[in-house]
C-alpha cells in the first residue's frame, strides 16, 4: 500500500475544497494512503520567495522537517506548494550554508530538515506511481468520448528538474486515455494562466486566460482539466469577467483532474465536490459511460 | 668510470610566451650549475630556438663542443621535435639523440605563479637531461608504401580525392555505402552562392569517377575490417547484393518500372517521395544498376511477384546473388563520409513531426528539386497549396547549449538560398530568422545583399515556438512563428503558411565506431579529429589515414572539394615517395632474458610479438610494433626493451623530475 | 598585537604519466588555450597508458613525489586498440599494494583524458593537488623508507594484517 505524507496547502482548505474531497476519494480507492502532516503551514505560495528568500525556505522547510519525522514521501496538490517544496530540498542540500541558517530557525521549533525526503506532485503519484496500466484497472465508468484538455500549466514542469521534457510531456494525456475520456491536442496546455497577476495586474491576467480559454474551444474541449487550485479558479471564476472585458462568450468548465478520474471510478459526483462550480458541467458528462457529442 | 655524455641544454623564450612566465636566465644558468654533474657542458637561453638562427646556435656546439646529447626546452614535441632533429641530424648528431621537453604547453602558458613556473621548468629541464643521457642512435624503419588507394565515401569529397589520385595515374578503390556516389550534394536542388544546379556540377564528376580505369568503384558496399600499418593496409570490403547482375544491366529501368511494391524513400527523397522495392535512387545514379530491397521486396517478404525478373530484357536479375567479401591491399586511406543532418524532432518547440507544414532543410531541398517529389513545386504537405509567407529558421539544433554548441557553418548560406528560392518559384513573403548572418566566404556577403535587394524580411531573433494555437485575426488555418525581435525588443507573432528549419550537420551517427575500425579519434562530438586543426586539417595521427570533407567538421562544398583534393595530394606524394620513414619506436626482445612466458604475445594488440618454439623465446615483428610499450611493461622478466621509451630512460626522468640527480639535493618545492 | 605569518601553504611534488596520443595532446590543448591549472604536476610522456610499469610508480613515490597521476585515453579510444585496459588492470594493483604498504590510495589516481579534453584534464589536476594537498607530504624516507631494514619491516607487518604470513 503506498503512504505518503500529505500536504495539502491552503487552497485546498476553502477554495479548492473539491481538489481535496476528490483527492481523498481517489486515493482511498487507488489504496493510497495520505497521512495529513501534522501541524503544517503555508508554503509561501508564488510571493513570499521574492519578498524573503531565506524566511521563505524556512517556512518550507518546517513543512518538511515535520514530515521527515514520519519518514515518508511529501505529496502536494497544488503546483506552486509542490514546487516551492520541491526547491527548497533540492537548493538546500545543495546549499550547507544555507541548511545551516535555515536549521538555525527550526532549531527554536525542535526540528531538523535533513534532505532525505521526496516531494511529488500529486499527479505525478497517478500518472507513475500508480501509472495508467493500474489506473485502467480501477476504471468502471470510462468517460467515452468526453474530449478533455489537459492543462498542466506553468509550474509543474518549471524550473525544469533533471532531465524532464518541458515541450511536450504527455504523462497527463495518458492518464486520461487511461480513463476512457479523449485527451484533445491542447497548443497552451503549459502556459501560464496568470497566477497571481489576477490580483495585481487584472486586465493583463484576464487577457491571458482568454487565451487559454480560446485553446479549449478551438481544440473542441469539453471540459479542461487542470493540476493546481490557481489555475482553477482562474480559468473558472473569472470567466464571466473574461466575457465581459473582450466581448467572448466562454462557458467552459474546469475541473479537478482527480474529480474526472473520480467519476470514471464510479465515485458518486457529490463526494468529489461536484455541485461548487461556477461553470456547470453538462448533466451528460456526470453519466460517464455515455457517448457525448462535441460541443458546438 | 663511465664516459660522461656531453650535454647541450637551449631554453627557447618564444618571445614572451616562455619568457614572460618563466626566468628563462635563471633557469638555463641553473642547468648550467646544477646539472653540470649529469654532463652538461653549456646552457644557453634564446628568443626563438625554433628559428634558423637558433637551430645554427645548437648546431655550432654540436660541431665546436662535441656534444653528444641537445635538450631543448620550448614547446611542445608535437609540433618542433622534427624541427631540432632535424637540427642535430644537420650537424652531424643522430637526431634521436636531441629531446624537445615543453616548458609553454606543460608550463608557461598553464601557470600564474612565475616563481612556481620556474621551478617547474628547472625539473622538466632536469628531468629531460637525465633521459637524454639513456638515449641511443637510432634509424627509422622505412615502409613500403603500396600504390593503390582506399577512398571511404562518395560524395563530393570522396569522389574529388578519388579523382585527383586516379588522373595521376594511380589506382583507388572507392568505397560508398549508397547504391549510388553523390552524396548529399545530389540531393540539394541549387548551390550557394551560385545557383548554379547541384545535380549539374555534380554528375559529370559522378560519371567520370564511375569510368575512370583507375577508379573500382565499389557502391552499395562496407568496409568491415583493417588491418595492417600505412603503407600495407588488408582491408576487408563487403560488396552487399544488389540481387542484379552488373555484366548483364543495361539500366533501362524496366524493373522499377514494372515493380509494383511503392517505398517511402526515406534517404534520397528525405522521406517526402517513394521509390520502388527495385530501384535507383536518382535517374543519374552511378552505378546505373539498381538495387533490390530485400527489406521490402515482395519475393523476399512472401516469395512471390518476381515482375522484374519476369521484364527484364537481358535476364539480370538475380534473387540468389549473395554478399561478396574481398580483401584489398591499400597504402593509405581517405575518410570522406560526410555528416548527417541534425534530428529537428528533437526540438519539439518547433513542431516538426507534428505540425505538417513545419519542414526541415532536406526536405525544402526535395521541394525544390526538379527531379524531387513535386516536380520542383514548393507546396505545401497537400502537395497543391503554394505558400503565402514562408517563416525559414536560422540554427536549429546549431549554437545551442541544449543540442550542440558549434555553429555548422552553411545554413545562414542554405537559408539564404532558401529565401531566394522561395521568392523567386512562388513570389511568398520570406521571413528569416536568425541569430547572426554568416557569410564568410568568397561572393557570400554579396549573395545576402542580393536578398536584402529581394525584399526579404530579416528578424534578429532565435525563434521561441512554431505553434497551430491561432489567436488573432488573420491568423487562422496557419502557423504562428513566436519570435522576439531583439533589434526593435519587440515580441512578435508571425503567420506563416509554411515553416522552414534549416537543421544543422552532426557527425554521422555510427561516427564513432568508424573511427574505431580505422583507429582515428573522434572528438567528443563525434566529428574525426585532424592532425593539427590549424596546420595540418587532413591528416590523422594515425599514419596512412587522411579524413576530408565534412567528416572532419561542417563546412561548404568549396572547403569540401580543396580538402579531398589536399588528402589525395598528399598520399599522391607518399606514393612517389615508395616509402614512408616510420618512427623507429620500437619493443625488442633480449633472447638471452626472455623465459618464454608468453605473457607478452597476448598483451600485442597488433599481433606483432611471435613465438619461436625451437628456441622457446618471443621476437617482435619490428614492422608490426606501433611501439606502444605495453609489452615492455607486462615482461615480468625485464627482457624487453622499448627505443625511445626505455625503462632506464623513463626512471632516470623521474629522478630528474625529482631532482635526485643532483648532488646536493634542492629543496622540493614545500 | 603580535602578527604570526601566515605558514606557507604544503605544496605537493606530484608526477604525472601520459599517453602520447590523448592525455598529454589533452595537456598540450589546455597549454594553447591558456587554461590554468595548478604547477604542482611535473609531466612524463609515454606512448601508451599501457606501458606504465608499476615501478615508475613507486620510483615516483620513493624519489619524494607525494602523488602520482596515470592518464590515458578513454576506454575504446586507445591509440594502440586496447592497452589502456591494461593500465586500468596495474592501477588497481598498485592501489592495492600502497595500500597495503600504509599508503593513502588517494595519492595515486587515474584519469582518462582525449585529445579534445583540455580543460577537463586542467581541471582534474587542480582537484587531484588539492586532494594529495589534504593528505600532507608523504614522507616516503620517513615513514616507508627502506622496508628491508627490521624494525620498520616488523612495524608494516604489525600494521598491516594482510601482510601476515598464512599457514599451508
Known sequence: MKEYAYFPGCSLEKMAVSYHMSTRETTRKLGIKLNEIDDWNCCGATTYFYIDELLAYTLCARNLAIAEQTGLDVVAPCSACYKNMYFTVAHLKKDPDLAEHVNFALEEDNLHFTGDINVKHLIEVFCQDVGPEELKGKVTKPLTGVRVAPYYGCQIVRPQKEKEDVEQPQFFEDMLSAIGATPVNYPLKMRCCGGSLMISSRTAALSMVRNLLQCAVDSQAAVVATACPMCQVNLECYQQQVNQEFGTNFSMPILYFTQLVGLAMGIPAKKLGFGKEFVTLAPALLQPGQVVPVPD | ?670 | MTVTPEPKPFEPVMIGFTCNWCSYRAADMAGTARMKYAPNVRLIRLMCSGRLDPTFVFKAFAGGADGVLVSGCHPGDCHYINQNYKALRRFHLMQRVLTQMGIEPGRLKLLWASAAEGAIFAREITKFVEEVRALGPLNWNANIGHPTADHELSSVVEGQPSTKEVTA
Open chain 2, 1 to 670: 668510470m663511465e664516459k660522461k655524455e656531453k650535454i647541450g641544454v637551449y631554453v627557447c623564450h618564444c618571445g614572451t610566451n616562455i619568457a614572460g612566465v618563466v626566468n628563462v636566465g635563471e633557469v638555463s644558468a641553473w642547468a648550467a650549475d646544477k646539472l653540470k654533474d649529469q654532463g652538461v657542458v653549456i646552457a644557453r637561453d634564446y628568443k626563438f630556438m625554433c628559428s634558423s638562427l637558433g637551430q645554427e646556435l645548437i648546431q655550432k656546439d654540436i660541431k665546436e663542443m662535441g656534444l653528444t646529447r641537445v635538450v631543448v626546452a620550448a614547446c611542445s614535441p608535437h609540433l618542433h621535435e622534427k624541427t631540432f632533429r632535424n637540427a642535430s641530424k644537420g650537424a652531424g648528431l643522430n637526431p634521436y639523440l636531441t629531446e624537445l621537453v615543453s616548458i609553454r604547453e606543460q608550463d608557461s602558458w598553464v601557470h600564474t605563479d612565475k616563481v612556481a613556473a620556474t621551478e617547474k621548468a628547472k625539473a622538466i629541464i632536469s628531468g629531460g637531461v637525465s633521459r637524454v643521457i639513456h638515449h641511443e642512435a637510432l634509424e627509422p624503419l622505412h615502409v613500403p608504401i603500396h600504390p593503390d588507394t582506399l577512398v571511404v565515401g562518395g560524395g563530393i569529397a570522396g569522389i574529388q580525392a578519388a579523382l585527383e589520385i586516379a588522373d595521376a595515374g594511380f589506382h583507388v578503390y572507392l568505397v560508398e555505402r549508397e547504391p549510388t556516389i553523390g552524396g548529399h550534394m545530389a540531393q540539394f536542388d541549387k548551390t550557394f552562392p551560385t545557383l548554379d544546379c547541384s545535380a549539374c556540377i555534380l554528375t559529370p564528376k559522378m560519371v567520370d569517377a564511375g569510368n575512370h580505369p583507375n577508379i573500382t568503384l565499389l557502391t552499395y558496399s562496407e568496409v568491415e575490417k583493417v588491418d595492417g600499418y600505412v603503407g600495407s593496409f588488408t582491408v576487408t570490403i563487403r560488396k552487399r547484393a544488389r540481387g542484379i547482375k552488373e555484366a548483364d544491366c543495361t539500366g533501362c529501368g524496366i524493373c522499377w518500372e514494372k515493380c509494383p511494391k511503392k517505398v517511402v524513400d526515406n534517404v534520397f527523397e528525405a522521406g517526402m517521395g517513394n521509390r520502388k522495392a527495385v530501384y535507383v535512387p536518382f535517374p543519374q545514379a552511378v552505378p546505373k544498376y539498381p538495387v533490390i530491397d530485400r527489406i521490402n521486396c515482395t519475393y523476399y517478404i512472401k516469395g512471390t511477384c518476381k515482375a522484374c525478373e519476369k521484364f527484364c530484357p537481358t535476364n539480370a536479375i538475380d534473387f540468389a546473388q549473395e554478399d561478396e567479401i574481398m580483401n584489398v591491399q591499400v597504402g593509405n586511406v581517405i575518410l570522406a563520409t560526410g555528416y548527417d543532418p541534425f534530428d529537428s524532432r528533437r526540438i519539439t518547440q518547433y513542431g516538426y513531426g507534428r505540425l505538417a507544414n513545419v519542414f526541415t532543410s532536406l526536405e525544402f531541398e526535395r521541394l525544390c528539386n526538379a527531379a524531387g517529389p513535386t516536380g520542383g513545386n514548393i507546396v505545401l504537405r497537400d502537395g497543391k497549396t503554394a505558400p503565402q509567407v514562408v517563416g525559414i529558421v536560422h540554427c536549429v539544433g546549431s549554437r545551442d547549449k541544449n543540442y550542440n554548441e558549434y555553429c555548422s557553418a552553411i545554413c545562414c548560406m542554405q537559408s539564404l538560398k532558401f529565401a531566394h528560392l522561395v521568392r523567386e518559384r512562388t513570389g511568398a513573403e520570406v521571413y528569416n530568422f536568425y541569430i547572426d548572418i554568416r557569410t564568410a566566404a568568397k561572393s557570400y556577403e554579396e549573395f545576402y545583399h542580393r536578398l536584402l535587394d529581394e525584399g526579404t524580411h530579416f528578424i534578429r531573433g532565435k525563434v521561441a515556438e512554431i505553434s497551430d494555437a491561432v489567436r488573432l485575426p488573420g491568423e487562422e488555418g496557419k502557423l504562428i512563428i513566436q519570435v522576439e525581435d531583439t533589434l526593435t525588443g519587440n515580441q512578435l507573432r508571425v503567420p506563416v503558411d509554411m515553416a522552414i528549419l534549416s537543421a544543422g550537420l552532426e557527425p554521422r551517427r555510427d561516427s564513432k565506431a568508424v573511427a574505431k575500425l580505422f583507429g582515428i579519434s573522434c572528438s567528443a562530438d563525434g566529428w574525426f579529429i585532424e592532425r593539427h586543426p590549424k596546420l595540418d586539417p587532413v591528416a590523422t595521427v594515425t599514419e596512412g589515414i587522411y579524413i576530408a570533407g565534412c567528416v572532419q567538421g561542417p563546412k561548404d562544398i568549396p572547403a569540401s572539394v580543396a580538402q579531398g583534393a589536399a588528402a589525395a595530394a598528399r598520399i599522391l606524394g607518399k606514393i612517389q615517395q615508395k616509402e614512408v620513414a616510420l618512427e623507429p619506436v620500437r619493443a625488442t626482445v633480449n633472447e638471452a632474458q626472455c623465459s618464454g612466458c608468453r605473457i607478452c604475445n597476448n598483451v600485442c594488440p597488433f599481433n606483432a610479438i611471435l613465438f619461436h618454439e625451437d628456441k622457446m623465446v618471443s621476437e617482435v615483428n619490428p614492422a608490426l610494433c606501433q611501439g606502444c610499450g605495453t609489452c615492455v611493461a607486462a615482461c615480468p622478466a625485464g627482457a624487453i626493451s622499448g627505443t625511445g621509451f626505455s625503462n632506464e630512460q623513463i626512471l632516470s626522468q623521474i629522478d630528474g623530475l625529482l631532482f635526485l640527480n643532483i648532488p646536493k639535493k634542492e629543496a622540493v618545492a614545500a
